[in-house]
C-alpha cells in the first residue's frame, strides 16, 4: 500500500514538474472551491490505484451525493464587482508611475455589468453534470438497465435553484437516449426537494442553530489568520503595479481572477495581478476559511452532517433486504443521487475522513482538534479545488460478492470519480461493509442531531458546549 502511495506522489511530482518546464503554470489549478471539475481532476490529490474488484462481485446500489455545476457570482458579488470597476478608475487616475500600471485596469467593465440576479447554473455547469451522468451510466451498466421509475432512481436535490438545475443536467445525462422526447430521445424524470428550512440531509447548515452561532462567531478570527497574508500580498501587489491598493482592492481583484479564470477562461487579466506565489497564498487562505467553517477546523463542521451519513448507510441496508428477499427487478431502489453545495460536499467528506491519514483520523474519531493547513510552500492535502470543486462529488458504491466469499457485501469510495484512500479501512478505497459500518459511521453516531445543532450551549449543564468549542482551540492559535 506504502508503495503504491509512493508511487502516485512521484507521478504527480512528475506532472508538477513538466508543467513548470513548459511555463505551464496555471492559476485554474488554484481557485479553491471556484474550481472547475475538469480541472480539479487534472490535480487530484490522494490518488491510490484502485482496488481489484473480483469480477464475481457486482455493484447493486450506488450513492451519490455531488456539488452543483459551476454557477455565476451570487447578487451580492455581482454588486461588489460593479463597485470594483469605478475604484478602478479612481486607482488608475490617481496613479503616480502610469507605466506600472496594466493597460486593461483603466478600463475595465465588469463582464456581469447590468446583471441584477445571480447564482444560477451557467452553462458550463449544465455540461459538467450532464456529462458526469452519462459517464456514471457508462461506469455501472447493470445498476441503470432497469426502466426508469422514482423508487428506484431516487434523484433529490435542495431548493436552491442551482443545485435542482444540476441535478436536471444530471438526469438528462444519465437518462439520454433512455426515452421519446426530441432528437436526443430524452425522458421525463422527477427531482424532489425537501424545505430548505427543515432539509437535514442536504442543507444540515441551515438547519442546525449552534453551527450558524458557531459561523459568526468564528468569522473574525478566520479573517484575523488570514490578514498577515492579505497584508503581504497588498503591498507587494500595489509596490509593482504603482497604484494604492487596499486590502478591499486585493480581495476583490482576487475574487475576480477565480471568477474571470473559472468561467471565462480568461487568465491574462487580473490573475496577471499576482505572481504565482501570491496565488498560492491567496489558495491557501480560501483553504483556510474552508477548514475553519465547512471541515475539519471543528467537529460540529461535520458532525451535523450525521443525518446524511446515516441517510446513505440505510439506502445500502435497505438494497441489502430487498436482494437478500429477492424482490422483483424495478421493484427496489438501485440509486440515491443527491445535488446539493460545497457546505454539503465537505462535511460529508470529512465525515468519511478523506484527505487525512492514519493517526489524523484517530484524532476526529476522538473528536480531537486538527493542525491548520500549513501555509505555502509547504504542502498540504487538505485543499478546496480537489475536495470540492463545481461539480465535485463522492460514489460510495455497494457490491454484491458470492456467497461463498465472507464478507458478501463491500463498498467502494469514489471521490470526484476516482478511488480514494479511506483511513477508517487501512487506507483502501474497498471496504467490507461491516467494516465501513464499525470504523466509518458507527463513531459518529454519539450525538443525535438535535442535541448537537439545538442545545442550549449556553447552560452550563450542557457539556456538548465543551465539547464543540474545545475541538476548535489548536485550530485558533
Given amino acids: 500500500m506504502a508503495m503504491m502511495k509512493s508511487v502516485w506522489i512521484v507521478l504527480l511530482c512528475l506532472f508538477v514538474i513538466a508543467e513548470a518546464d513548459q511555463g505551464g503554470f496555471d492559476v485554474r489549478h488554484h481557485l479553491s472551491t471556484v474550481t472547475r471539475y475538469s480541472l480539479s481532476k487534472e490535480v487530484s490529490q490522494n490518488l491510490i490505484e484502485g482496488s481489484t474488484i473480483p469480477s464475481e462481485c457486482t455493484p447493486i446500489h450506488l450513492n451519490l451525493v455531488a456539488r452543483h455545476g459551476t454557477r455565476s457570482p451570487t447578487k451580492k458579488r455581482l454588486r461588489e464587482l460593479e463597485n470594483l470597476s469605478s475604484r478602478l478608475k479612481e486607482l488608475v487616475r490617481d496613479a503616480e508611475a502610469s507605466d506600472k500600471v496594466p493597460g486593461w485596469l483603466g ?16 452553462r458550463q455547469g449544465e ?22 421509475h422514482p423508487d428506484v432512481y431516487t434523484i433529490r436535490a435542495t431548493q436552491i435553484p442551482r443545485a435542482s438545475a444540476s441535478a436536471v443536467a444530471f438526469g438528462m445525462g444519465l437518462f439520454s437516449e433512455k426515452g421519446d422526447l426530441g432528437p436526443g430521445r430524452n425522458r421525463a424524470f422527477a427531482v424532489t426537494s425537501e424545505n430548505r428550512a427543515s432539509d437535514t440531509k442536504l442543507r444540515f447548515f ?3 442553530q449552534n453551527y450558524k452561532s458557531y459561523r459568526k462567531a468564528k468569522g473574525p ?20 503595479h504603482g ?27 487580473s490573475c496577471e495581478l499576482f505572481t504565482p506565489s501570491e496565488v498560492a497564498l491567496l489558495e491557501w487562505a480560501d483553504d483556510l476559511e474552508v477548514f475553519m467553517l465547512k471541515g475539519y477546523g471543528n467537529s460540529l463542521n461535520y458532525k451535523m452532517g450525521v443525518p446524511l451519513l446515516e441517510d446513505v448507510l440505510h439506502s445500502m441496508e435497505e438494497a441489502i433486504k430487498a436482494r437478500e428477499d429477492k424482490l ?35 484524532k476526529i474519531q476522538k473528536e480531537k482538534p486538527l493542525e491548520l493547513p500549513p501555509q505555502p510552500p509547504k504542502t ?12 465535485g462529488n463522492n460514489m460510495l458504491v455497494l457490491y454484491s460478492c458470492p456467497a461463498a466469499s465472507s464478507p458478501n457485501y463491500f463498498v467502494q469510495v469514489l471521490h470526484n470519480e476516482l478511488p480514494i484512500a479511506l483511513p477508517g479501512c487501512d487506507g483502501k478505497d474497498f471496504c467490507p461493509l461491516e467494516d465501513f459500518k464499525a470504523k466509518v459511521v458507527t463513531p459518529h453516531l454519539k450525538h443525535p442531531f438535535d442535541n448537537l445543532c439545538n442545545a442550549n450551549l449556553d447552560d452550563p449543564k450542557q457539556s456538548l458546549w465543551s465539547w464543540f468549542s474545545g475541538s476548535s482551540q489548536k485550530a485558533e492559535l
Avoid at 494604492?244 to 471568477?259: I, P, R
Avoid at 474571470?260 to 487579466?269: G, M, P, R, W, Y
Wanted: aromatic share 12%; hydrophobic share 40%.
Fill in 380 to 391: 498540504r492535502d487538505f485543499k478546496g479545488s480537489t475536495m470540492a470543486p463545481f461539480g
Fill in 221 to 240: 478570527a478566520v479573517d484575523k489568520l488570514k490578514e498577515p497574508v492579505l497584508d503581504e500580498i497588498t503591498a507587494s501587489v500595489a509596490k509593482r
Fill in 243 to 269: 497604484l494604492n491598493f487596499t486590502k478591499q482592492d486585493v480581495s476583490s481583484l482576487w475574487f475576480l481572477c477565480k471568477q474571470e479564470a473559472s468561467l471565462l477562461n480568461v487568465t491574462n487579466q
Fill in 206 to 208: 441551515e438547519c442546525c
Fill in 328 to 362: 422483483p427487478a424495478g421493484s427496489y431502489e438501485k440509486a440515491r443521487l443527491r445535488f446539493a453545495h460545497a457546505e454539503t460536499i465537505v462535511p460529508f467528506s470529512c465525515l468519511l475522513g478523506l484527505f487525512l491519514d492514519g493517526s489524523e483520523y484517530e
Fill in 127 to 148: 455540461e459538467e453534470l450532464y456529462q458526469l451522468g452519462i459517464r456514471v451510466r457508462e461506469r455501472f451498466p447493470t445498476l441503470f438497465e432497469e426502466d426508469y
Fill in 107 to 122: 478600463k475595465w467593465i465588469s463582464p456581469w455589468q447590468g446583471k441584477v440576479k445571480g447564482g444560477e447554473l451557467i
